[in-house]
């Protein structure tokens, strides 16, 4: 019997860490997925891997302990145990994988699909940042609709899932006060040199890129959302890149 090595090399895991996930059509502004690893197989070589039993440490492989159940390994009675991979007092032995094939979820190539919800790769985020530009709403103890009156209702300006808050106690707040450009250079910063899913930036039925990154600036923290729209006029802080 031949020997599957069950570890992808290193060559073949740069060739997949360096498939094109996303490429931006830029006259329509549109993200357009292309391919991405197997979340399945990617550190296995392409291979499924299944797990022998072993007998529960805790019950010596009988499945009970004083007068019921042994709690250690009863939790794996379904599915394994339906699937017959897994008889009572036996969990499975994660220290010695056992090769069960090509992966089905990418048939072995460990690769697949990328779809809206890939994460985009830091160095694409840093070819999208042209064109995202971020801009600063304050909301001071207004409601985020309050301090955006004139403008279209917040929930024709979000698209795609929001891109984290942070809460910080006004630390963000604080470095606004003394000093707006620094402050929204650093968290522009910041979000381009993380990846986030293309459903963040992007609208994930037409994906169409946002018109701009928003930072919601409130006494405690903020959040990032990608808005479309046109970047409204600065009004109360300048905006980054
Ligand atoms: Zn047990
Ligand atoms: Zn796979």
Redesign the pocket.
């Known amino acids: 019997m031949t020997a599957i090595s069950l570890e992808t090399p290193d060559a073949r895991m740069e060739a997949l860490q360096a498939l094109a996930r996303f490429t931006l059509d830029v006259p329509t502004r549109r993200l357009i997925p292309h391919l991405d690893t197997?979340g399945?197989?990617?550190y296995r070589n392409?291979r499924a891997v299944t797990f022998p039993p072993t007998p529960c440490v805790k019950c010596k492989g009988t499945g009970t302990r004083g007068r019921g159940k042994c709690r250690e390994c009863k939790g794996w009675a379904e599915p394994w145990r339906k699937a017959k991979r897994l008889p009572v007092g036996h969990v499975p032995d994660y220290g010695n994988p056992v090769d069960a094939g090509p992966?089905?979820?990418?048939e072995?190539?460990?690769i697949?699909p990328a779809t809206m919800y890939t994460r985009v790769p830091v160095a694409f985020m840093t070819e999208l940042r042209p064109y995202l530009p971020v801009r600063v709403y304050r909301r001071g103890n207004l409601s985020i609709g309050e301090s955006m009156l004139g403008m279209a209702p917040p929930s024709e300006l979000w698209i795609g899932m929001g891109m984290g808050s942070v809460v910080d106690y006004g630390r963000t707040a604080k470095k606004f006060a003394e000093n707006p450009e620094a402050a929204t250079a650093e968290i522009a910063d910041a979000i381009f040199a993380d990846t986030h899913q293309g459903v963040s930036i992007a609208d994930k039925d037409t994906n169409l890129l946002a018109d701009h990154i928003g930072i919601l600036l409130a006494p405690d923290g903020y959040t990032k959302v990608a808005m479309r729209g046109p970047v409204p006029v600065p009004s109360t802080a300048p905006q980054a890149n």
Do not use: I
């Open positions: 197997c399945e197989c990617l392409g992966c089905r979820a990418c072995g190539t460990s697949v």
